[in-house]
């Protein structure tokens, strides 16, 4: 005669639920570390964006007061004018105005007299927000405070650049 054996080869809905269950919390987990990673590199992105924006505007006043043989600093000290040696035509000197206004640090050049503000473009990136800036000049030299921001990270940059005086 024929014996017939039941199989036991599938799951129970117990097993079923208590699997859901743990996969459920692993695929959570992991989520919110993926979250949590791209806030950090998100946050870490804005910090270098601000410190690098600052750095390249303070490399341009830079390139601007090498060959500087005065400088002119607002009474608020929000707006510093540079007069530069034109090797061309000396008789006309390049003007440079660096100007803070409306969360933004604008440039602008001519020759001769200073630029008029709506010739000025803006010198840091569009997103990053100038919190500070503040020209003081000293002696033969230009002192320059910077304070951009994006977002929640912020980046604040000093420097002293000397400049040559007639």
């Known amino acids: 005669m024929f014996k017939i054996f039941k199989s036991q080869s599938g799951v129970t809905l117990m097993e079923l639920l208590v699997y859901l269950g743990i996969s459920s919390m692993v695929m959570l987990g992991s989520t919110l570390f993926l979250v949590q990673t791209t806030k950090i590199r998100l946050s870490s992105d804005n910090q270098k964006l601000t410190q690098h924006s600052s750095r390249l ?17 607002s009474a608020d000290g929000t707006r510093a004018t540079i007069y530069s040696y034109n090797f061309n035509d000396p008789g006309r000197p390049i003007v440079s105005v660096y100007c803070g206004r409306d969360g933004q640090l604008w440039y602008g050049q001519s020759f001769v007299i200073p630029p008029d503000d709506g010739a000025l473009s803006p010198v840091i990136e569009a997103g990053v927000k100038v919190s500070t800036v503040q020209f003081n000049k000293v002696s033969a030299s230009l002192h320059v405070r910077l304070n951009t921001v994006k977002n929640d990270r912020e980046s604040s940059i000093e420097s002293t650049i000397a400049f040559r005086q007639k």
């Open 57 to 73: 505007a303070l490399e341009k006043m830079t390139l601007s007061l090498r060959n500087a043989y005065d400088v002119v600093v």
